[in-house]
């Protein structure tokens, strides 16, 4: 799945065009990497986004096409 849509899925960015727009400035990292928004999300990855000075480090648990909006915590777990 791409980065985008998992970060739209997972409601971890509310919306996948600002998800996009994290991803081209370079706000977003899976396992270290700075990544584009067309990057493939694995389980076991780690997904680091930052939200101005706050950083948010989550890891995949698992990768779903469709999740309801009590169950999109499920996806990932936060690491720090």
Known sequence: MRLDKYLKISRIIKRRTVANDACDAG???VNGKVA???C???VGDVIEVAFGERRL???V???KETVG???AASLYEVIS
Do not use: G, P
């Open 36 to 38: 584009r928004a067309s």
């Open 57 to 59: 480090k989550v890891k």
């Open 69 to 71: 909006k009590n169950d």
């Open 27 to 29: 706000h977003v990292s």
């Open 40 to 42: 493939d999300v694995c």
């Open 61 to 63: 648990l698992e990768v």
